[in-house]
Nanobody, 125 residues
Framework: QLQLSESGGGFVQPGGSLRLSCTAS????????FGWFRQAPGQERTAVSY????????YYADSVKGRFTISRDNAKKTIYLQMTNLKPEDTAVYYC??????????????????WGPGTQVTVSS
């Protein structure tokens, strides 16, 4: 069983950057794929990015392509989401999630087995 915990959220001005971290405990993460999701107030949770067990499958939502970068460090049991050129519409609670097998269905939250509690990101001037 995996426990996930996000950190690195906060308040940033438009154009700024943040790096979110998702630290896992309870098991090694080598065989898990990881996704980042976000949920803005009054909106559904949507997929932002996904990193497979290797670097063979990395996906991004169109809204964040070129601005966000997902990476992972299995030795540290940590998954990162580097966010640059942040926009007010990026404001949301960001969640990390682990999937045993998501692949091309990475956008579907039902494919994820474990979730973190989330971290708030607020982009505002």
């Amino acid at each position: 069983q995996l426990q996930l915990s996000e950190s690195g959220g906060g308040f940033v001005q438009p154009g700024g950057s943040l790096r979110l971290s998702c630290t896992a405990s309870g098991s090694e993460i080598d065989w898990w794929g990881f996704g980042w999701f976000r949920q803005a107030p009054g909106q559904e949770r949507t997929a932002v990015s996904y990193h497979s067990t290797s670097s063979e499958a990395i996906y991004y939502a169109d809204s964040v392509k070129g601005r966000f970068t997902i990476s992972r460090d299995n030795a540290k049991k940590t998954i990162y989401l580097q966010m640059t050129n942040l926009k007010p519409e990026d404001t949301a609670v960001y969640y990390c999630a682990a999937a045993w097998s998501a692949g091309t269905n990475w956008r579907e939250s039902n494919n994820y087995n474990y979730w973190g509690p989330g971290t708030q990101v607020t982009v505002s001037s």
